[in-house]
């Protein structure tokens, strides 16, 4: 089993059509793309970096919608996509967690169209460094969080953890903005482990 974490302010957590809005692993109107947070925190990571929030008096007066999604999936059979597998696929450390997606993208396209790909994998975060993320390629449906998924390649279990929630002002000072350098990966490029700063670690294992 492997619970994760995102925001989403609608009545259901899950992209069945296909994303409005360009993401690491997806282009405009291109396949549905789930992206979670194996960090309680780091879809809040995620959203702060994404725009750019790092005053503790602006991030204060966010509110929005957290949830908790539970899949039916073996850790070890979930593709790790981390830094010294990028070589494989043709991109660099670099890559995973650059402000510009259009290599990630590409290579998603090029699973998409490939039966044998990874369609579930794991990601390095690139806005809460020494955690992971899990990215979906392709639709998911919500159940209530304590139904059985009868069908976990289509299903998620899904409940909210807070209808309008607050991030901790303790995440400025862990969220790696665009333009800063990535200290995990850095890190990893010293042969060095990194722990993510914050209190609680998301781990699948």
């Known amino acids: 089993m492997?619970?994760?974490?995102?925001?989403?302010?609608y009545d259901a957590p899950f992209w069945v059509s296909?994303?409005?809005?360009?993401?690491?692993?997806?282009?405009?109107?291109?396949?549905?793309?789930?992206?979670?947070?194996?960090?309680?925190?780091?879809?809040?990571?995620?959203?702060?970096?994404?725009?750019?929030?790092?005053d503790p008096a602006d991030i204060e007066t966010l509110r929005h919608r957290t949830w908790a999604l539970r899949f039916e999936l073996d850790p070890t059979d979930v593709y790790d996509l981390h830094f010294g597998a990028s070589a494989d696929w043709g991109l660099t450390p670099e890559h995973l967690v650059a402000d510009d997606f259009t290599a990630c993208q590409e290579l998603a396209s090029r699973w998409r169209s490939d039966g044998s790909a990874p369609a579930v994998f794991f990601s390095p975060s690139a806005a809460l460094p020494g955690t992971k993320s899990l990215d979906?390629?392709?639709?998911?449906v919500a159940i209530p969080y304590?139904?059985?998924?009868?069908?976990?390649f289509v299903q998620g279990a899904a409940g909210p953890t807070t209808g309008s929630g607050v991030?901790?002002?303790e995440l400025v000072g862990a969220v790696r903005y665009r333009g800063s350098s990535?200290?995990?990966?850095?890190?990893?490029?010293?042969?060095h482990a990194f722990a993510c700063p914050l209190s609680v670690a998301g781990s699948p294992f």
């Open 18 to 54: 296909p994303n409005r809005s360009e993401g690491r692993y997806n282009r405009s109107g291109e396949a549905p793309t789930q992206y979670m947070s194996l960090h309680p925190l780091g879809p809040w990571a995620e959203f702060l970096r994404m725009e750019g929030i790092g």
């Open 146 to 152: 304590a139904w059985e998924l009868i069908n976990p």
């Open 2 to 9: 492997i619970v994760a974490y995102r925001i989403a302010d």
């Open 182 to 191: 990535h200290p995990e990966l850095e890190a990893w490029k010293a042969g």
């Open 136 to 140: 979906i390629l392709g639709p998911r």
């Open 167 to 169: 991030a901790t002002i």
